[in-house]
């Protein structure tokens, strides 16, 4: 399925020219390469796959080349908002 996606850099764009980075939750928060093999199995495995209102990593990957955020509902692919991340200490 094809939606606009608004790039918080770029404005509205095609959805193709972006790549998906998978969701974000308390799971999702960055890890260290040192940590555990249960800690990064439940990093990369382990994602809630919400039908509904969901916060979701995105990649511009033909534009400004950016990981940024956005608001999609997965049902309707309706993007209630993008923005650029907000600066959290890394997990170690």
């Not at 308390?26 to 994602?47: G, H, I, K, V």
């Not at 400004?64 to 309706?78: E, G, M, Q």
Request: aromatic residues 14%.
């Amino acid at each position: 399925m094809s939606f606009l996606m608004p790039c918080p850099g770029c404005g509205e764009r095609d959805v193709h020219e972006f790549r998906h980075g998978g969701e974000i939750s308390s799971l999702s928060q960055r890890r260290s390469m040192n940590d555990s093999d249960e800690n990064l199995t439940r990093y990369f495995y382990f994602t809630k796959n919400i039908a509904g209102e969901t916060t979701e990593w995105w990649y511009h990957s033909y534009g400004c080349r950016k990981w940024f955020v956005a608001h999609r509902d997965t049902v309707t692919n309706r993007i209630a908002k993008t923005e650029w991340p907000q600066k959290r200490p890394r997990q170690q």
